[in-house]
């Protein structure tokens, strides 16, 4: 643990220990919190002790809105975009961080509007509900969107496509020795932006699933239900989202043909030497594959 993680774990550890100074300084903590500290945890891989942290950020969180359950209307949409960090996969987050991560911010919610609670008001839960619905409903239309335009133009290639053409560029290049050196380098750096550009949408894609899938387990979470007020009225948008976050799910995972670990090409494998191990890009883009498998376990848990 570094000094700067060192410090801010104490800071925290005094912050959960302390009484309240009242409402308008609970304000000020909550707001540095979300708009200061926890951005400089998010989207990024952290190590062991920085999760921690992150941890006791968010139990810091869950005790200011509990003292002062009214902070959470004027806070709820940097809560809900601060938890979509944590919900992505690729980061490689502990299983014990994004648990918690949820069980806060249903903590929250139901100590604020559950039964009995002074903020019990529909008009509030709508607007709450309706940014948990609105982040799921986004990045399923996105899925979609990109399951549709890969079908009609055939861009989801995967990892076999790419090394069926760095195969053919490598026999082209063979059999073309008498072309110019700058032609070869113009085709493969053609290549490599194509690698990169694949991994990224990859990235993209699961990041999309990832959060869509997690939220549906917010919203449908048996102690939530009648503080969101899930009626009959709302089955058939309950529905329809179970529907199209299965199709994303059963299109990604299995149509994209992702390894699981046993499957994991090894560094002896031809086909590993076949994509070029000493190539920076296409290294990383084989470490991603690799590590695909850890992704789908995590989704069959869902």
Not at 283 to 296: A, E, F, V, Y
Request: proline share 2%.
């Amino acid at each position: 643990m570094n000094t700067q993680t060192q410090q801010l774990s104490t800071v925290l550890d005094q912050l959960l220990q302390q009484e309240s100074e009242g409402p308008k300084q609970d304000s000020i903590s909550l707001n540095t919190l979300l708009h200061t500290v926890l951005p400089a945890y998010t989207n990024r891989r952290l190590t062991a002790s920085e999760q921690d942290v992150v941890i006791k950020i968010f139990k810091a969180i869950r005790l200011l809105i509990t003292r002062c359950p009214s902070l959470i209307l004027n806070c709820y949409k940097e809560l809900i975009d601060s938890l979509q960090c944590f919900y992505n996969l690729l980061n490689d987050y502990s299983d014990e961080l994004v648990e918690f991560v949820n069980l806060s911010f249903v903590s929250v919610v139901v100590g604020c509007f559950g039964y009995g609670s002074k903020l019990r008001n529909t008009r509030y839960v709508l607007k709450i509900k309706g940014q948990v619905v609105g982040v799921v409903d986004e990045c399923l239309s996105y899925l979609l969107r990109f399951i549709t335009n890969a079908g009609a133009s055939g861009s989801g290639r995967g990892i076999s496509a790419l090394k069926g053409r760095k195969r053919k560029v490598e026999e082209d290049d063979e059999d073309d020795a008498g072309e110019e050196e700058n032609d070869d380098e113009d085709e493969e750096n053609g290549q490599l932006l194509e690698v990169q550009q694949i991994v990224k949408q990859n990235e993209t894609k699961f990041e999309k699933l990832c959060v869509a899938t997690t939220f549906m387990q917010i919203l449908l979470h048996p102690e939530l239900y009648s503080a969101w007020n899930l009626d009959v009225l709302e089955t058939v948008m309950v529905d329809e989202f179970i529907l199209r976050l299965w199709f994303c799910l059963d299109n990604t995972v299995i149509n994209f043909k992702l390894r699981g670990p046993n499957d994991a090409p090894d560094s002896d494998d031809e086909d590993v030497e076949d994509i070029g191990e000493d190539d920076q890009l296409e290294s990383q883009m084989l470490h991603k594959i690799r590590n695909m498998g850890n992704i789908t376990e995590k989704f069959d848990k869902f």
